[in-house]
């Protein structure tokens, strides 16, 4: 009776998020096949933010994608193409950019001008203003200065020439500037809206006006986002989709449900993910579908903590993960075992330098006992361990997998935290953990998006504490230097200086997994392992 009891509880919670979400019953499947094409999404958890200079995760990412549009947008292949601007010219010494505007509308009815990218920008750098991601503004001249109160917003290098003409001045010649121009940091916000209501971003309404090829139809917080076609969009005739419905559903094993009931179109990553034990039934009907992205999984240890702040014992719980133990038992979606920050599928990194011997259980217990002379620890049942993690079914089982193998292997006594998702970001942003999970997918394609985060402690995305001025050293020189190959090398050498030191322990290369309807094309991740919601076709 039990078993009975409890399946039909399930059924009927199932049958609960289904209708909040407006995701099933025959009625809305049958009108949505007269009248439009819908595409139904699920995301594991509440979007922290939808303001795009806020925003730091990859799920509110894709769907700011859909909404908002930058300077230029990555397609399909990973190729740069213009997008708000239409036409880039490029001084001679690659310092100077200057972006033309095509005539667009936000989505009620105002012109989308060169100020709005100026005051997007600069509101990301004001340091009043908590952007977590305002680094990846540096590029631009005088943006750190301002960002770390050494400057003022008048001296950072953007300015909206007129209306059609933003201008931008660099500190260096960066060659993936336009990338970065697509990502949703840079991206515009209406200025009037903005500067008349604060929390414009806080609920869908009148007031989150958006530039990109959907609008913000409805935000059922906790449970459901709603995407409608825009009228106003510039290229609207190459957007296919008429509505996106997006469930919030914690549970991979219930997303996996909802798919096969025909609920979902895509499960599957940068979405909610395919849980561990469904992957083999999807490998073995020949629907999963891998690929190489340039992401990384990885443990951070909180180098604030005492016992976290020996770089010892960091080391020591770095060689002792069976990464293609976890990987064959685990993950098991042809993950590629980390040795360093910067993944293989980024450009230049395909001959990545082995920094350690995976499961060098040896290594690892000498690293161990010197770490536990160092602070004055005699018994190894004495060294207690945090790893904390955000509620997932495969986050849980990879902690699971390296908890016992600590404990094992080094006699130690490691203890999980799991917290839902914005109290374990709460966590990780105030150094309240030991060990934490993270994943980080690359924001354009060069090494430096995994690797400028450590060349301060105080980065928003470092969430280590740690720094070292010889890592600073070559990331500053990197940034300057115009010789490709010599670049690499500069950024190259800041990754063995980290992880000399051991401030994250990197577990593998994420591939990503997913499946999807035969009637959706173009929604497959790029390498970054981003979605373009505006490519995405549905053939009925």
Known sequence: ??????????????????????????????????????????????????????????????????????????????????????????????????????????????????????????????????????SILYPVKGAEAFNTGKGKAKDVGVTAKDDKTLVVTLENPTPYFTQLTAFYTFMPVNEKVATSN????????????????????????????????????WDKANVDVDQINIAMVESSTTANRMYKNGDIDFLGAPFQSVPLDAIDAYKADKTLKIKDTASIYLYKFNTKDKMMSNANIRKALTLAIDRQGLIDNVTKANQKPANG????????????????????????????????????????????????????????????????????????STKIDNSEWQVFLDKMTSFDYQVGRMGWSGDYNDANTFLDMYTTADNGNNQTGWSNAKYTKFMAESNKETDPAKRLKLLQSAEAVAMSEFPVAPLYDYTTIFVIKDTVKNLEPDVLGNVNLKAVKINK
Request: hydrophobic letters at 35%; glycine letters at 8%; one cysteine or more.
């Open 198 to 233: 604060k929390k414009w971003a806080a609920e869908a309404g009148k007031d989150y006006v958006t530039n990109g090829p959907y609008s913000l139809s409805e935000w059922k917080h906790n449970s459901s986002v709603t995407l409608k076609k825009e009228k106003n969009y």
């Open 341 to 412: 920050i910067v993944p293989n599928a980024i450009a230049g990194w395909d001959t990545q330098e082995k920094f350690f011997k995976d499961n060098d259980i040896e290594g690892a217990k000498k690293a161990l006992a010197l770490g536990m002379k160092e602070l004055g620890i005699k018994d190894a049942k004495d060294v207690e361990i945090k790893l904390s993690i955000n509620t997932d079914e495969a986050h849980a089982a990879i902690a699971q997998f390296v908890q016992e193998g600590w404990n094992k292997n080094l006699g130690i």
């Open 1 to 134: 009776m039990k078993k009975n009891f409890l399946w039909l509880a399930i059924l009927a919670a199932l049958t609960l998020v289904l209708s909040a979400c407006g995701f099933g019953g025959d009625s809305s499947k049958e009108d949505s096949s007269k009248e439009s094409k819908t595409l139904n999404l699920a995301i594991a958890s509440e979007p922290p933010t939808l303001n795009p200079q806020l925003s730091t995760d990859t799920q509110s990412g894709s769907i700011l994608n859909g909404l908002f549009e930058g300077l230029t947008r990555v397609d399909q292949k990973g190729q740069v193409e213009n997008a708000m601007a239409e036409d880039v010219k490029v001084s001679k010494d690659q310092l100077t950019y200057t972006f033309t505007l095509r005539d667009t509308k936000w989505s009620n009815g105002d012109a989308v001008v060169a100020g709005d990218f100026e005051y997007a920008w600069k509101w990301a750098l004001n340091p009043e203003n908590q952007s977590q991601y305002s």
